[in-house]
């Protein structure tokens, strides 16, 4: 058994009676939650099983256009996986909320999942092929709260609100970091029924938000999984203790959750995060240093105002129409105004000399302990 598509050909055939709730499952709602149950699940008291969604889904959903995207492409084959197997076909879905508007720079997506003994799992949407969810993102970078994170909040309020038991919470990606946002930040009265909160490669918060009581309160039951090569789960700042987890891919691949290793019902855990991971991460943070918030802000708004000029608003749409989106953001660069041509400018020169003062410094340190390991030898 090593991915979590094995997981499921190996021990979904055991109910959540013969065995609990477990970090895999965790991550199966968290990948499900990518699906687009939109017409499908709906409100609190209309519940379907997680077959007969999926039955649906593959009935009325059109997904041509995921398969040029890495990691969205392989949902649906999992998705009809999940839904065959004893473990998660019967399961209750309600509350299927989705937004995206380019306008107010949000993607968000939740699904609510309830188990045999009662209890529930809020699955929130990561990232998908959406510019504007990948805006959504950069613009962490800068901001204490985003839309999506304040929609997260929301939403654990009204549907804890609705209905009765425990509660976990996760995501993968940004759905992770939507998790434990909405777990510190929804209303007191509630915050006791949420038992864990799954952060897989979730990036961290602005600093107002790790400095807050709320997050220093909750971070206990935060559990958080990095692969070993993870770009996006180091990106900005998280107090919350963390497991490696082995990946059978190179760099940022790693991020897709299909290639995680697992071992029986956990993952398959590594010892440290690998030094490529460690030195992106010190150029990223040491990049973000020296900009201000306003300079963050217009680096995005420049360059997704590129990204916007090609007519292009996924992800998949950019791999298909590789020489014409290329060709239009040339031209929309070229079309910018000059202070704004010349801040982007600015900002990617900064992160092109951060980036190889720490290549540099990650060298210097190499040779040095190549040195310390021989002279030791030596001296043996």
């Known amino acids: 058994m090593n991915n979590i598509s094995e997981y499921i050909k190996w021990r979904g055939d055991l109910t959540f009676a013969q065995d609990p709730l477990n970090e895999?499952?965790?991550?199966?709602?968290?990948?499900?939650?990518?699906?687009?149950?939109?017409y499908i699940v709906s409100g609190v008291n209309d519940t379907i099983t997680?077959?007969?969604?999926?039955?649906?889904?593959?009935?009325?959903?059109?997904?041509?256009?995921?398969?040029?995207?890495?990691?969205?492409?392989?949902?649906?084959?999992?998705?009809?996986?999940?839904?065959?197997c004893n473990r998660f076909k019967d399961l209750l879905l309600s509350n299927y909320v989705e937004e995206t508007d380019m306008e107010e720079t949000v993607q968000f997506c939740a699904v609510t999942f309830t188990l045999p003994d009662g209890s529930h799992f809020i699955a929130f949407r990561g990232t998908d092929d959406s510019l504007v969810g990948?805006?959504?993102?950069?613009?962490?970078?800068?901001?204490?709260e985003v839309p999506a994170q304040a929609e997260g909040v929301v939403y654990t309020d009204e549907i804890?609100?609705?209905?009765?038991?425990?509660?976990?919470?996760?995501?993968?990606?940004?759905?992770?970091?939507?998790?434990?946002?909405?777990?510190?930040?929804?209303?007191?009265?509630i915050k006791d029924r949420i038992k864990k909160i799954y952060n897989y490669d979730g990036p961290g918060f602005?600093?107002?938000?790790?400095?807050?009581?709320?997050?220093?309160?909750?971070?206990?039951?935060?559990?958080?999984?990095?692969?070993?090569?993870?770009?996006?789960?180091?990106?900005?700042e998280q107090k919350a203790k963390y497991k490696v987890v082995k990946s059978s891919g190179l760099a940022l691949m790693q991020h897709d959750p299909f290639i995680w290793?697992?071992?029986?019902?956990?993952?398959?855990?590594?010892k440290e995060l690998s030094k490529k991971s460690k030195d992106i991460?010190?150029?990223?943070?040491?990049?973000?240093?020296?900009?201000n918030q306003e300079e963050r802000a217009g680096f995005?708004?420049?360059?997704?105002?590129?990204?916007?000029?090609?007519?292009?608003?996924?992800?998949?749409?950019?791999?298909?129409?590789?020489?014409?989106?290329?060709?239009?953001?040339?031209?929309?660069?070229?079309?910018?105004?000059?202070?704004?041509?010349?801040?982007l400018k600015t900002v990617m020169d900064i992160l092109i000399e951060e980036s190889q003062r720490t290549f540099k410094n990650s060298i210097g340190a190499d040779i040095q302990s190549f040195f310390r390991k021989d002279k030791n030898k030596n001296k043996k």
């Open 134 to 144: 990948w805006k959504e993102d950069l613009n962490m970078s800068f901001l204490e």
């Open 300 to 343: 995005v708004d420049a360059l997704f105002s590129i990204l916007e000029e090609t007519g292009v608003s996924t992800i998949g749409e950019m791999n298909k129409e590789k020489f014409s989106v290329a060709f239009g953001m040339i031209k929309a660069y070229t079309n910018l105004e000059s202070n704004a041509k010349e801040h």
């Open 281 to 291: 991460n010190d150029t990223i943070k040491a990049w973000l240093k020296h900009l």
């Open 24 to 38: 895999i499952d965790g991550l199966v709602f968290s990948i499900i939650a990518y699906s687009d149950f939109k």
């Open 206 to 236: 602005h600093e107002t938000v790790i400095q807050s009581s709320e997050y220093k309160k909750a971070v206990e039951k935060v559990l958080t999984y990095l692969p070993e090569s993870s770009i996006v789960g180091l990106m900005l």
């Open 261 to 270: 290793k697992v071992e029986g019902k956990t993952f398959l855990y590594g």
């Open 160 to 189: 804890m609100e609705q209905l009765r038991g425990d509660f976990v919470v996760g995501g993968h990606s940004k759905g992770g970091n939507i998790a434990v946002y909405s777990a510190i930040r929804c209303n007191e009265t």
């Open 50 to 84: 997680l077959r007969e969604a999926a039955d649906r889904f593959f009935d009325e959903k059109d997904i041509s256009h995921l398969k040029e995207v890495p990691f969205l492409k392989d949902i649906p084959e999992f998705l009809y996986l999940v839904s065959r």
